[in-house]
Every structure is written in structure tokens, then in C-alpha cells.
């Protein structure tokens, strides 16, 4: 138990493929969709978000991310630079979507105006690329424990 009393994921070192991961004790199960066009992230966020007890869907473009909505993740780890649909029109969509609404979103991009259009279009987050393994798991248990 953290101190208050409340229940906090374990974090503990571990190796993985050349990585060092903090892995939770696996106390909450997410959907997670990842929409990211370069293989090697979407390896690495995989790595990260799988060992953490969570459910990984994988997009490597915007509109394979349109479809994995159909889904109904609880969250969307997005990439704003992508081919065939970018993350901001995904982001829009999802923001413009009734249905959608209570679906978290984590803007995890190198593009030079990520934070104003994540921002702009009420992503729930951001994290500018390259981020550490660390704050990708801060940030998607944050996300996560608050309400929708």
C-alpha cells in the first residue's frame, strides 16, 4: 500500500531485449491502442505496456487506428506524424465521437507543434519523443487510475 492507504502498482527493474523495464505488479488490465508508424516504437511501447498486465492493439498508420477504435480501447498511445490519416485527425475523430468520449489519449510525438494540436484537440496527455520508459509508464498508470 502507498502511504494514505491507497493501493499503488509495485514498480521492480527487469531486462528485456538490451531494456531495462519497470513493470507493475499487474494490478489494473487496459485495452491499450497503439498507433504508431515506425515499427521499432510501436516494439518498444508493446514491450513496455505488455508486461504492465495490459492488452495491446497495434495500428501502424492512422486508418488502422480509426478501425481498432471499433474496439473501444481505454487508451490510445498516438503518433501525430503518420501516413494516410495523421494522429490529429484520429485525435479529432475520437474527440468528435460520442462514443469515444471516456477513450484516454497519450500524444507520444517528435513533431515540432505536438503539444499545441495535443493540446488543441484535448489529447490527456503528452510526451515528446524520444520519452523515457519511465514517464511512458507514469504517465499511462496516471491516466489509467484517473476518471474518465
Do not use: C
Request: charged share 25%; net charge negative; aromatic share 2%.
Amino acid at each position: 500500500m502507498a502511504e494514505g492507504g491507497s493501493a499503488s502498482p509495485a514498480l521492480s527493474l527487469s531486462r528485456a531485449d538490451g531494456w531495462v523495464l519497470l513493470l507493475t505488479d499487474g494490478g489494473m488490465m487496459a485495452t491499450i491502442l497503439i498507433v504508431e508508424d515506425q515499427e521499432d516504437m510501436r516494439k518498444l511501447y508493446q514491450a513496455i505496456l505488455e508486461p504492465m498486465g495490459h492488452d495491446v492493439l497495434i495500428a501502424s498508420q492512422g486508418v488502422e487506428g480509426l478501425h481498432g477504435l471499433k474496439k473501444h480501447p481505454d487508451l490510445v498511445l498516438l503518433d501525430l506524424s503518420m501516413p494516410t490519416a495523421s494522429g490529429d485527425v484520429v485525435l479529432g475523430f475520437i474527440r468528435s465521437t460520442a462514443e469515444l468520449a471516456d477513450v484516454r489519449v497519450l500524444v507520444i510525438s517528435a513533431h515540432p507543434d505536438a503539444e499545441s494540436i495535443a493540446e488543441k484537440l484535448e489529447a490527456d496527455a503528452f510526451l515528446q519523443k524520444p520519452a523515457s520508459v519511465k514517464e511512458i509508464m507514469e504517465t499511462v498508470n496516471r491516466l489509467l487510475e484517473s476518471p474518465g
